[in-house]
Structures are given as C-alpha cells and as structure tokens.
C-alpha cells in the first residue's frame, strides 16, 4: 500500500528517470496518485498529480525536473481524499522539508492541532503532512538552540525527535532543502529496503524497483534510519545507535517485472502457473524417501512430530489457499487444522497449545494484518512460520522459519499464480507432515507422482481459454453471481467470486453448494448465473442435485467441469471442461478458468484488470 522510492548519486544518472522507472514498478502498491520531489538548483522542486504514474510522466514532460537527489511516491489513499494537494511528497514548514511516507499516523489529528497552534500552514488533509511540519519544527527549534543547520547531526537530530512523536506506522523518505547530497529513510511497521550501488544508493518500498540498478540491498528494520550519501551509508538504530548493516544479494532480473508479449500482467500470471508449480515444487521431492523436502522449515523432526495442531492464518485469497491446506493436511497429516483470518486472529486471543504451529500465508509477506498475527503468535512463543513469495519480506525475515513459494513477481493486483503456489506448497506440507506419521510409503510416492504431472495437466487445462472468452461474452452484463463447489473446489468457489468482484466490480458470492439452500438460493432467476465447480469425485452427485435444484428456478448455468462429463452438457448452460486429476488437486485445476472468466468479464465491462480501483496489492495499513 502506497509505493516509497529514493535515489541519491552523483550525476552518472538522473534521478528522475530512476524514480519514474522505480514508480512504474511499484504502481500495483497504490495508484490513486503519483508524485516526485527533486533536489534542484540548490532547492526542491515537486511535482504530483492525481491517477496514475503515466499521468505524472505526462507533467513531467510539460514541467520537466532534473537532478540527482530525489524521492517519489505512489498512493493508496488512507487519510485525506484522492488529490493533487493530498499527493505525496509533502513539504514542512517553508519548504526545508519534503516527505514521502507509507502507513498511517494514528496520532496525526492531535499533531496538527498542535503544529496548527505554533503557526505551521497545511496545505492538505493527509496525515503525512504531520511529519514533514513536525521535522520542520524540530529543525527549526535545533538552529534556535544554536545548532548548525547544515551538520547531519542537527538533521538527523531533528528527525528522531520527530518520530519520537508519531503513533502508527511509517516508511518515509525524506530530503531537506539544505543538504543537496542527503536522502534519508525511516521504518516503522512499513517495509523499506535499501539498494546498494557505487557511490550510489536506492531506496524503494519493495526490491523491485532495484532490479536491473543493483541486486545488493540492506533490508530496514523497525526503528531504524538510514543516512544515505553518494559518499556511503549510515543505519542508525532507536535502541542500539549505529548499526552495521547486512548487505543481502539478491537474485531477480528486470525482466521479471516486464510483461513482453502479454496485454496485461493477470494473464501473463496465470499462463505462468505451470511454471509456478514447477519452481514450487523444484527439490522438494524425495522419491526415496516418498516425502517431501524442505530447507527452512527450522525444527527437528521430534519437534515437529509433537505438533498436534496447526493454524493457518491469512488474508484474501492467501486466505483462500489456507483453506485448501486445511483440507490437504488433515486428509493427509490427519492433524487438526483451523484457519483464522490474520486480522481476526491477531486481537481473538486464541488458546493455542506448545505443540501448535502456525504458518502465516502471505504472498507479498508484508500484509499488515498477517505480520502483526505472526508477531502475536511468536509473543506466546509458538513456533512461526511463513509461506510466502518475496524473498526478503518483512513477514519471511521475521518468522521462524518457512516456505518460499519461488513464484517470481506477482504484478496484478488480484492474486493468480501466488495460489497456485500457495496450494502446491501446503500440498506438500501436508505430504510431508503425512509421512512423519501415518502415511504409507506407497502412498507418499502416488502423490508425489501426482504433482510431477500438475505443470503438464495446468498447460492443458489452459487450453479452455477460448471457451471461456465465449462464455463470458455471454455473461459480461450480469450483476450479481453465484459460484459453488464443494470439498476441495468450496475454498475454490471462493476464490472465483473473489476474482470476479476484485476485477469486475461484479457481486459475487461463493458458497459450499449444499449451502446454496440455506439462503443463496433465494438469489436465484433467470438473471443471476451460478458456476458450479463440479468435476468427477466423491461430491459429483450431490452437486448434480444442487445444479438441477437451481436449474429447476431457471438459474443460468456455467459449470466447470471434467472433460469426460458427457452429462453435464444437457443440464448447465455453459460447460468449461478442464482435465480429470484426483481429488485433492482439483484446486490447482478448477481456479484457473475461473480466473479466465473473471479476467474476460472484467475487459468487456472495461475494467483495469491489472489495477481494480480501491484495491492494492499489498495491504500494509490495518
Ligand atoms: C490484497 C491483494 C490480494 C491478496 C491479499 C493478501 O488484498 O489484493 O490479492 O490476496 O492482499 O495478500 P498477501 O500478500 O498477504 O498474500
């Protein structure tokens, strides 16, 4: 949520073009606004406009800025409507200051009060500006006190009295007007990473924008800044003072980032999904031992054959993806599992024994409400651990041990691939917490042989992509939708009406379809279709009776489907027929044309797939 980029060097390159490109890249964190402030002609210049960051290339070329010292900034909007004036970067005071920040600052409307009172002007309703006018006035107060304005100890001074006022969360980048070299960051609760070049330094919210400039970056923590110079780089922590800082290399290339020939990143993800799987399940398969491997897990295997009881706790469709987990893993492990949204689960208290695990699932791994779970679970002293893609998160950082799912970088805005990776990995969780107790050797190597073949069977059920362009042709003008599976495809019913509301601003609802006669029913006429996820398993009948029970109320019918279904056609309406796998893997199958369908419904109604308004990618506020 809300993008940060930074860029201090000594000429060899503009700073402009590295923190439009770095917006650019960030743009899937917020895209109400963009904005840059430069270090000019021994002053800063800003320039910030509502929409996207092409909007802010468009003034850019109209009011160009050159320089090579600057910060810019992507929004999401928490405090302070959609704005030119509520865009970031914001100036304190005379303008000493400029700011760039993601979070939110719980205590701001006291702190205006208070700076409104020794006479600072605000110029927007943003709680932001708080911070730019609070460094002010402690700069200001130092000189008073006879301090040199121009040594970065006055500065620095000024910015920890600062912060020493602010409750919430922050990662800032701040420039001051007097110091034409100097670019510094500070982290509290939202990520900032720091790249490392020659005689030049990055910062930016997340490694993206780095890729391609360095692949050396320090990773803030909380309470920390860091003094970024061409000259070198100081971190400087709350607690500790002066910090060495941990260089990580790491390893992703720009084109990562890049959409080639594709229209849009959705699409682009879900033709990665057999990829996807690939990188997921790369060295985690002992044919040997009919189990599966991993490196990050950080118990022993007494440890872990103590566990009696696992949560899983996430957001969205990370959510989603647990629930399939949960099914995996007490079919196979035969251990209870529960799965709590991470935003209920950080305040509830739950009882939770020493022999509970919990894993926080989390794509980006910076999910507010997922990383404050992981750190309420870790206060009580359970084991932690993270499922997550971005190498490097604050959540894979802080938790005890993990999984990474290796899916590369997840661009569009509504989770795909990061699902797909997410179910492969608690697939083989659930394999190998099996084996350490009841599973069968034989039966270990059956799932096993199983998952080899998923990439192949996912490329093929790509190939109902064209059906499913016709169908939602079909359907592009409804306004409400039913989705309904049940066993492992209820979590993926979910998920479909979930992608299609995400992306196509259209109501949708999924439920168990036994469910269906508990309420969603009574939703059901000629204009509302319902998708049923109904491919060959121990449910097939009983979704039959519920299709035919909404058929018989003359509910349109879209059902996903196995290729071998010769009766499904002459009930439902539509028919998208994917391949036939067991039982357990039908998640992995069953979402991808319902990610089809949501994506072709979202462009013929003319949506931004890739950008669905009021959503971000990554929630790091509450
Ligand atoms: C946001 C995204 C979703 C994602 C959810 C959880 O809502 O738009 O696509 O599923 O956050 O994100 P995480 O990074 O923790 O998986």
């Known amino acids: 949520m ?19 490109e770095g917006l650019h890249r960030l743009e899937y964190r917020g895209y109400d606004s963009a904005g840059i402030a430069v270090h000019e ?13 092409s909007e802010l290339a468009r003034l850019l070329d109209e009011q160009p800025l050159s320089g090579s010292l600057g910060i810019g900034h992507t929004r999401w909007a928490t405090h302070g409507g959609i704005s030119d004036v509520n865009s970031h970067p914001h100036l304190g005071g005379n303008g000493e200051v400029v700011v760039v920040h993601n979070g939110v600052i719980e205590n701001y409307a006291a702190l205006r009060e208070r700076l409104q009172a020794l006479g600072y002007a605000f110029r927007s309703t943003t709680d932001t500006e708080v911070i730019a006018h609070l460094i002010a006035h402690h700069l200001e107060e130092q000189l008073r006190l006879g301090q040199d304005g121009t040594d970065r100890k006055t500065i620095l001074g000024a910015v920890q009295l600062a912060l020493k006022s602010l409750k919430g969360t922050f990662g800032l980048g701040i420039l001051f007007r007097d110091h034409p070299n100097l670019l510094i960051a500070a982290r509290l609760g939202s990520p900032l990473v720091v790249g490392v070049g020659k005689h030049e330094y990055f910062l930016a919210s997340d490694a993206s924008p780095l890729a391609g400039y360095t692949d050396e970056v320090v990773y803030l923590s909380d309470h920390e800044l860091a003094l970024l110079t061409p000259q070198g780089m100081e971190f400087i922590h709350r607690d500790h003072g002066r910090t060495a800082p941990s260089i990580t290399v790491l390893d992703q290339s720009a084109g990562d980032s890049e959409l080639g020939d594709y229209p849009h990143y959705m699409i682009k993800e879900i033709y990665e999904q057999p990829t996807t799987i690939e990188n997921a399940l790369r060295g985690r398969l002992d044919d040997d031992a009919a189990t599966a491997v991993f490196g990050g897990l950080n118990l022993n295997v007494q440890q872990l054959r103590r566990i009696d009881r696992i949560v899983l706790t996430a957001c969205g469709t990370s959510w989603h993806a647990g629930l399939v987990g949960e099914y995996l893993i007490e079919e196979f492990a035969r251990i209870p599992v529960e799965v709590e949204y991470a935003s209920e689960f950080r305040y509830r208290n739950p009882p939770l024994s020493d022999t509970t695990m919990v894993f926080a699932i989390t794509q980006s791994g910076e999910t507010a409400d997922t990383l404050a779970a992981l750190r309420e679970s870790q206060r009580k002293g359970h084991p932690t651990m993270a499922i997550c893609n971005v190498v490097g998160s604050t959540i894979a950082r802080e938790a005890d041990g993990g999984i990474y799912l290796h899916a590369g970088p997840e661009i569009g805005v509504a989770s795909t691939k990061a699902f797909i990776s997410q179910v492969t990995v608690l697939a083989l969780l659930a394999l190998y917490m099996g084996r350490l ?37 079909k359907y592009q003008g409804t306004e409400n939708c039913l989705y309904m599976g049940r066993g492992y495809n209820f979590p993926v019913a979910l998920e479909g009406a979930l992608k299609l509301k995400e992306i196509s601003y259209v109501h949708a609802e999924g439920y168990p379809a036994a469910e269906m006669k508990h309420g969603p029913i009574a939703l059901v006429d000629e204009n509302t279709p319902s998708v049923f996820i109904i491919p060959q398993g121990t449910m097939y009948h009983k979704v039959m009776s519920n299709l035919e029970e909404v058929k018989a109320r003359k509910g349109p019918i879209i059902a996903i489907a196995c290729e071998d279904d010769e009766q499904i056609a002459r009930i439902a309406d539509d028919v998208i027929y994917v391949p036939r796998v067991e039982e357990y893997l039908y998640p992995l199958v069953t979402v991808v044309p319902l990610q089809l369908l949501a994506y072709h419904i979202a462009l013929l109604r003319g949506c931004n797939v890739d950008r669905p308004r009021n959503l971000a990618k990554s929630v790091t506020v509450e």
């Open 2 to 20: 809300c993008g940060i980029v930074g860029y201090v060097g000594q000429g060899q390159r503009s700073a402009v073009d590295v923190l439009m």
């Open 41 to 53: 002609h021994g002053a800063i210049s800003v320039r910030k406009r509502v929409g996207r960051v």
């Open 437 to 473: 107790r009841h599973l069968s050797h034989p039966a270990g190597g059956r799932i096993i042989s199983h998952l080899r073949q998923m990439p192949d069977v996912i490329r093929k059920t790509l190939l109902c992509h064209d059906a499913v362009r016709e169908i939602a042709r």
